[in-house]
């Protein structure tokens, strides 16, 4: 069971990054995903979730009208498309699943990927 979370980098204010988490190991066909992200110093949130099969989707309230959280079923992929980046969602990003989807707490989820920095410049 693995998750590989990519995409992060450096931004600066204003702009955009789409963060990918591809799952391998076992079908995820009955596990919700979510992403979560733990700035420097700060406890791990939760970002956004999404139901594997219903599509269903959940976000906390700082990043809905500017993340989008999307996935590939046929890839086993989940996607976090965001825009408007500001220099409160830098952090680390990570990826979990075996949850769902509209869980918040990172014991909710069982497995979970190495993060991918998001780096926002003001």
């Known amino acids: 069971v693995q998750l590989q979370a990519s995409g992060g980098g450096l931004v600066q204010a204003g702009g955009s990054l789409r963060l990918s988490c591809a799952a391998s190991?076992?079908?995820?066909?009955?596990?919700?995903m979510a992403w979560f992200r733990q700035a420097t110093g700060k406890e791990r949130e939760f970002v956004a979730g999404?139901?594997?099969?219903?599509?269903?989707?959940n976000y906390r309230e700082s990043v809905k009208a500017r993340f989008t959280i999307s996935r590939d079923n046929a890839k086993n992929t989940i996607y976090l498309q965001m825009n408007s980046l500001e220099s409160e969602d830098t952090a680390v990003y990570y990826c979990?699943?075996?949850?769902?989807?509209?869980?918040?707490?990172?014991?909710?989820?069982?497995?979970w990927g190495r993060g991918t920095q998001v780096t926002v410049s003001s």
């Open positions: 979990a699943a075996g949850g769902t989807y509209y869980l918040r707490r990172p014991n909710d989820y069982g497995y």
């Open positions: 190991g076992r079908t995820f066909s009955s596990y919700d």
């Open positions: 999404i139901g594997w099969s219903s599509g269903m989707t």
